[in-house]
């Protein structure tokens, strides 16, 4: 099956770092990729890594490692309005399927 | 540029009653999926499209139809509603699957009594 693990939550203060864990089981992998959805609202994507590495985007990064079947998203200068739910996905190339994992809740506090 | 409508936005059913969530995207996207949420539970996948003409099903497509007639729609249906399917449904689209990213209408939110 497939299948995406991370923390359900995390808490951090303004201005620290946080990294988000994610380890998965997808047939047919192709990529890892991270959505942020504030109070139930639509998720919005944040990031992809298709390779093995670092990939950076402002504050945000995300890292993919193939041979652990794991990834993170690095979360930089964290800010009120980071407090949110955080997601991983992977896509499965064999059958077009998108699969997300059960989310992270974040929580800055001041 | 509407990007992903769902339709409705809300809706209460009596159980054993059915109905059809619509959405529909603008962006000429061949990929649409049809999620459930839960608390605590994440996004499931219901059922899926590759492009016009196809559906495939999902982590969880008990209970639930789906069909692709045109490419900017995807319909989901609940012949039969039951409590269990008390959830926000979002739906997605992306253009080619792998990489790319998806797309999420605003969600609807149904209620089964």
């Known amino acids: 099956g497939q299948s995406l693990e991370q923390p359900s939550e995390v808490t951090a203060v303004e201005g620290a770092i946080v990294q988000i864990n994610c380890t998965y089981q997808?047939?047919?992998?192709?990529?890892l990729s991270w959505y942020q959805q504030h109070d139930g609202g639509a998720p919005t994507f944040l990031s992809y890594n298709a390779l093995d590495g670092l990939e950076e985007t402002g504050r945000f990064s995300s890292f993919l490692s193939r041979s652990d079947s794991y990834g993170y998203l690095l979360l930089q200068e964290l800010q009120m309005k980071d407090s949110a739910s955080y997601f991983c996905a992977g896509f499965s190339g064999n059958t077009g399927k998108l699969i997300f994992g059960q989310g992270t809740t974040l929580q800055v506090k001041p | 540029n509407a990007g992903v409508t769902q339709t409705p936005k809300f809706r209460v059913l009596k159980t054993g009653q059915s109905m059809t969530l619509l959405c529909a995207q603008d962006?000429?996207?061949?990929?649409m999926y049809w999620y459930r949420q839960d608390p605590g539970m994440g996004l499931r996948l219901i059922h899926y499209?590759?492009?016009?003409?196809?559906?495939a099903k999902g982590e969880v497509p008990d209970g639930y139809n789906v069909s692709r007639l045109k490419k900017q729609n995807f319909l989901l249906g609940l012949e039969s509603a039951a409590p269990s399917q008390t959830s926000v449904y979002f739906c997605?689209?992306?253009?080619?699957?792998?990489?790319?990213?998806?797309?999420f209408g605003q969600g609807t939110r149904l209620t089964v009594v």
């Open positions: 962006m000429n996207h061949e990929y």
């Open positions: 997605a689209s992306s253009p080619s699957g792998a990489g790319s990213e998806a797309f």
């Open positions: 997808t047939s047919g992998f192709y990529g």
């Open positions: 499209s590759v492009g016009e003409g196809t559906t």
